[in-house]
């Protein structure tokens, strides 16, 4: 979802398992299937569906080239925060391509990532198809994201991603409170916390989900287009929250407005009301049993 352009079509092909690099094809995933597809409008651009879902692009030539929108939105979030010679602490929840790993790999020279994938053989074609940072400065590690995270140390990192979907809706368990709870923990002090969220033009699922980050952490900051936060398609929402003044590069609204798609920058006091009215979401109603993020009541 929300990208600028659309792909060609491809044969359908079996995987190769030698590491070779990208073939175009449908392959059959732990989850489904998956379908990677030449960039028609770039010689070493790749998009790769999962399960009939644009999930991610990748530019085998320029890690920075990033085709999707809110993830231009995201980088320049977190540009903004962090310096280039930041020793960036990053967990990405949710694979897909690792675009965004990818690209910070390239901002952040110094960074240490772990991107957490649940698609197993998703993970295994990725690794053959993309050129990827090696482990330590970039680990691929199949595992479902809440799990992953409630495994991890206190404070142990500067930076933390969701952009998970099953389909085109992220699942319940990882946009409640209790789920917030733990990635803060995981988070460093002054860390950064940023989801994508999708929805629909009634914004209710954005709303609550900007009512939960909001009861979490002390400052916030949403990014999208004037189209969608206007309730007038379906898209992406970028939610941010911490504990330490979000959003405070006077270059930030500038680089969103001039980008491919512009987006405006809300700051914390329009999050919440944006967010006003709309209930915290917690386990119990996400069907969540405790002490797991997996297994509904």
């Not at 790769?48 to 990748?58: A, E, F, P, R, Y």
């Not at 409640?176 to 709870?181: H, L, M």
């Not at 941010?240 to 590069?249: E, H, R, S, T, Y």
């Amino acid at each position: 979802m929300g990208r600028k352009r659309p792909g060609r079509t491809s044969p359908e092909q079996q995987p190769s398992a030698d590491g070779a690099g990208p073939v175009p094809g449908r392959y059959e995933i732990d989850t489904g299937t998956c379908e990677l597809l030449p960039d028609q409008f770039s010689s070493s651009g790749w998009l790769l569906k999962i399960n009939g879902v644009h999930s991610s692009h990748i530019d085998l030539a320029d890690p920075r080239e990033l085709d999707f929108e809110y993830m231009r939105w995201i980088a320049a979030l977190v540009e903004s925060r962090f310096e280039p010679e930041t020793k960036l602490r990053a967990l990405h929840l949710g694979g897909g391509a690792c675009s965004m790993a990818r690209y910070f790999a390239d901002v952040y020279p110094n960074a240490r990532q772990v991107v957490v994938e649940l698609d197993g053989r998703l993970a295994e074609l990725v690794r053959g198809w993309f050129d990827l940072p090696r482990a330590p400065l970039m680990r691929l590690r199949v595992g479902e994201a809440r799990e992953v995270t409630e495994s991890l140390s206190e404070g142990s990192r500067d930076l933390l991603i969701r952009d998970v979907f099953a389909g085109d809706k992220t699942p319940l368990p990882l946009t409640t409170a209790e789920f917030i709870g733990h990635a803060k923990r995981v988070l460093a002090p002054d860390g950064l916390y940023v989801v994508n969220c999708g929805d629909a033009p009634d914004l209710r699922t954005a709303r609550r989900e900007a009512a939960t980050i909001a009861a979490a952490f002390r400052h916030t900051a949403i990014i999208a287009d004037p189209a969608m936060l206007k309730g007038r398609r379906y898209g992406n929402i970028i939610i941010a929250g911490a504990d330490v003044p979000l959003a405070l590069d006077a270059a930030l609204p500038r680089r969103l407005l001039g980008g491919a798609v512009p987006a405006q920058l809300w700051d914390d006091a329009k999050v919440r009301g944006f967010a006003r009215g709309s209930q915290v979401l917690l386990d119990a109603e996400a069907g969540v049993r405790p002490g797991s993020g997996l297994t509904p009541a």
